[in-house]
């Protein structure tokens, strides 16, 4: 079972990316630029469709929907999004000598990730999405 809640695949959904301990990520380019650009693989290559979008320091919200025909579910997108960004930003932040927060912010994601047992080294994504299917007009402009 998915721990993403998509109960309507035609739905449009208001969605929240949270880094564990809201660590400020996406202070730095290189990070914002792998979130961007896995955006637009799942635009191309999975039917995503992008309506709204914020990039703040530790988390991004997106209002999403899916191209009508496409095979690939919400969960499945929001699951291969997750787990390839949080793949290349941790190698980023691994390898990439400008980081001056590396061995705190590497420390937090390794801790997050040893008290889950889904996880073999570390957790960069909270596991929820908090999804919410957007249902009327009133609701969205909230």
Known sequence: MSAYKFDDP???YFVTFTVVEWVDV??????????????RHCQKEKGLIIHAWVIMSNHLHLVISRKEGVNN???DIVRDFKKFTSSQILASIQSNSFESRRGWMLWLFQS????????KNYQFWKHDSHSELLFSNKFMDQ
């Open 112 to 119: 997050a990730g040893a008290k889950n047992s889904n996880n």
């Open 26 to 39: 996406f202070t730095r380019e290189d990070y914002v630029m792998i979130i961007l650009g896995s955006l």
């Open 73 to 75: 579910s919400f969960s």
């Open 10 to 12: 035609d739905g449009l």
